[in-house]
């Protein structure tokens, strides 16, 4: 059996990060968050994710500039 997809969460707005990750792990993913640019590429060097889900517009480091 192969393991769960892993799905990197990043938003600035709790409540909103904390919705997608319920619907993700529901649907069987393994759902890591963050809740900024910075945090997230923390995640991402000590964990592999095979997909990441971000806002567009947060402070600090927007969804774009994480992407690059």
Known sequence: MEP????????????MLETCRKILARKGYSVGVASDGETALERL?????????????????DGMTLLR
Do not use: C, Q
Not at 4 to 15: R, T, Y
Not at 45 to 60: E, H, T, V
């Open 45 to 61: 060097r000590s964990d592999p994710f095979d997909l990441m889900i971000a806002d567009l517009r947060m402070p600090g480091m």
């Open 4 to 15: 769960p997809k892993s799905i990197l969460v990043v938003d600035d707005e709790a409540e």
